[in-house]
């Protein structure tokens, strides 16, 4: 059974702290993608990586980083975390970038910045 | 990524069948239509897709007229567990939408006993 795993459901940080998301998928895709959910907005992708190393900027990129280091892992970092940034973050991985294939996605992390 | 419409919420019935109607009247010629279904504290499911005609699988149906300015999701005789968010999305590659893949509000489907 596929799967992608986020390292937390929920995450409680300060103003100004560093914030790290992990994602880490088992099915060999080469694409993966970091979005957020807020009400009425529906899902806005933030960063997405087509290949180890290599990301490009989403719909949102503003106030976040992304890093991929190895394949199976695609990593969400908010520099130094706004209240405007609480949300509910998704990841999801894809063996494609074409918009009509299949995504897999995590659980989420909602994400609550104090 | 072509713009799509569709409407806030639905109610029905266990047993009944639900169609969402996604209009998308900028739909390219390269675009496909696909559709995702969201329950309360998961990430989107992948439900189908498809680029013209009509499309089945074991879980729903999606129409398509030949003009393709809209899609219709079907949901033959759903359950309480067919309640959720069900998510339009129409475009070819992520790229060439220039990077944005927004998931639209969705449609909220509440199955009532």
């Known amino acids: 059974d596929v799967k992608v795993t986020q390292s937390s459901r929920y995450l409680v940080k300060r103003t100004g702290e560093k914030v790290f998301l992990e994602c880490v998928q088992d099915m060999d895709h080469e694409n993966m993608f970091w979005y957020r959910q807020d009400p009425g907005l529906g899902l806005r992708l933030i960063y997405f990586?087509?290949?180890?190393?290599?990301?490009e900027k989403g719909d949102i990129p503003e106030g976040y980083s992304v890093s991929r280091e190895k394949k199976e892992r695609f990593s969400l970092i908010l520099e130094s975390a706004s209240t405007n940034q609480t949300s509910m973050y998704l990841c999801?991985?894809?063996?494609?970038?074409?918009?009509?294939?299949?995504?897999?996605f995590g659980p989420g992390t909602r994400l609550t910045v104090l | 990524l072509a713009k799509t419409t569709q409407p806030i919420s639905m109610d029905s019935y266990e047993g009944q069948e639900v169609n969402i109607t996604c209009s998308h009247n900028?739909?390219?010629?390269?675009?496909?239509i696909t559709w995702y279904q969201q329950f309360p504290s998961q990430g989107p499911r992948f439900i189908i897709q498809?680029?013209?005609t009509k499309v089945t699988n074991e879980v729903a149906s999606l129409f398509i007229p030949a003009d393709r300015k809209s899609s219709t999701l079907s949901l033959p005789r759903v359950s309480l567990s067919d309640t959720a968010v069900y998510y339009c999305l129409v475009g070819d590659r992520v790229k060439a939408a220039g990077n944005k893949l927004t998931f639209g509000g969705g449609t909220r489907v509440l199955v009532k006993p």
């Open positions: 900028n739909i390219a010629t390269n675009d496909y």
């Open positions: 498809g680029y013209k």
């Open positions: 990586s087509y290949d180890v190393k290599m990301k």
């Open positions: 999801a991985s894809s063996p494609t970038l074409a918009v009509h294939g299949e995504q897999f």
